[in-house]
């Protein structure tokens, strides 16, 4: 566990530290965590700001109920605890999840940007003495990443306290001061106290339940898929870098086609959409040769041993967008019908996997939607044929 403090530490206060201090051994100044008491309640009648990420529907939501953690000196001597003026309490709120590897999800995780002026607080707790913390789960400085509880249920919350500072001995002295000088660093970052250069105390509070309720039917989404054949030098770059049976193709066959698509939000709410980054299979293409019939291209079983499941925000009237060629899409889709020179018409069936969002598009309030099947328009393209050498090994 040392090991693992020691490290948040190294993150948390500066963008690098050098190489060195890795090394040093850290002085651990407060008492152990035994005596440290850590509550968490929830705050129904907060008076803490909503902010740009918890207006409408998302207020009622978990993520944007508002908590107090209070931390109690359950210890025998006084302790002086610091923190940087411009910086809140480094507090992270866990959600119990028994499939995870520790049983439980981070919820919510305080920013730690550089921040000006480096002043610290010195705060001073008695034996029985206490501070409070009060947040929402998301908040300007709680950015929605992680395990967002939205869907309506009943989730256990905890609360981890991480805490720099010194204890007081003899009883009375100011431990603190000595140690919150600025100092210049040999590693061209900020001046910084000594009191940075600790093990810290990591306090865990007791579980409580909370509930997230149902949301209204905020109705059906409405997304549409475009494509169009994508600008130069855009589609010079991706030709490149598909091989080189690609690189010197002038972008005429269809296997060397960098198409550009658009997922558009036609409806009147924020909403997020989600794929996979090797197992996606949103995007399906189909192609029309002169005998009329659309047909679909076969997909290849393929290794997916990093499967990255990531959201896309989209606002009312905006869109998602990007470039693709056929023979890069995750499913590895098997391209060679269409190797022959000839006239080919080509649509995309899209499955969307989208949820309704906050106001700012910053997390989801719902689950995702079924998928929802949508078709782009069609473009005819005159292709030339294309005969494959070394690029199917170098996709």
């Not at 439980?104 to 610290?120: D, G, K």
């Not at 306090?203 to 905020?218: G, Q, R, T």
């Not at 190797?339 to 899209?350: L, N, Q, S, T, V």
């Not at 782009?376 to 070394?390: D, E, G, H, K």
């Amino acid at each position: 566990m040392r090991v693992f403090r020691t490290a948040v530490l190294v993150l948390s206060i500066a963008s690098a530290l050098p190489n060195s201090i890795w090394a040093s051994s850290f002085p651990q100044l407060l008492p152990d965590t035994g005596s440290f008491a850590l509550t968490i309640r929830e705050d129904p009648a907060s008076s803490l700001p909503l902010g740009p990420s918890c207006g409408g529907e998302a207020a009622q939501t978990l993520a944007c109920r508002a908590f107090v953690v209070t931390l109690r000196n359950v210890g025998t001597h006084s302790v002086h605890l610091s923190r940087i003026s411009c910086h809140e309490p480094v507090v992270t709120f866990e959600m119990k999840e028994p499939d995870s590897s520790s049983g439980w999800l981070p919820a919510s995780q305080v920013l730690r940007p550089r921040c000006t002026p480096w002043v610290y607080e010195n705060v001073r707790l008695r034996p029985g003495g206490t501070t409070e913390y009060k947040t929402r789960l998301v908040s300007p400085n709680r950015p929605p990443e992680g395990f967002v509880p939205v869907a309506p249920s009943s989730y256990t919350v905890r609360a981890r306290w991480m805490l720099w500072g010194c204890t007081e001995n003899p009883e009375g002295t100011d431990c603190l001061a000595p140690l919150q000088i600025l100092k210049p660093n040999s590693w061209d970052g900020p001046s910084m106290g000594d009191v940075e250069i600790q093990d810290p105390v990591e306090v865990v509070s007791k579980e409580i339940e909370v509930n997230s309720p149902a949301l209204p039917d905020l109705g059906p989404l409405k997304l549409g898929f475009e494509i169009s054949i994508a600008p130069e030098p855009e589609a010079i770059e991706m030709r490149k870098r598909l091989g080189a049976s690609c690189a010197t193709d002038p972008g005429t066959s269809i296997e060397c086609t960098v198409f550009h698509y658009a997922i558009r939000n036609l409806g009147d709410r924020p909403v997020r959409n989600g794929r996979n980054s090797c197992s996606d299979s949103s995007i399906e293409p189909e192609y029309r040769t002169d005998d009329g019939e659309w047909k679909q291209l076969n997909s290849r079983l393929q290794a997916c041993t990093a499967n990255i499941y990531f959201e896309t925000p989209i606002l009312p009237g905006g869109a998602e967008e990007g470039n693709f060629t056929l023979s890069a899409l995750a499913p590895d889709f098997d391209t060679s019908p269409l190797y022959p020179a000839g006239k080919y018409e080509i649509h995309i069936r899209f499955y969307s996997n989208a949820c309704w969002a906050s106001a700012d598009a910053s997390f989801c309030i719902t689950g995702p939607k079924e998928q929802i099947e949508a078709f782009s328009n069609v473009l005819t393209i005159n292709a030339t044929a294309f005969t494959a050498t070394s690029h199917r090994n170098e996709k």
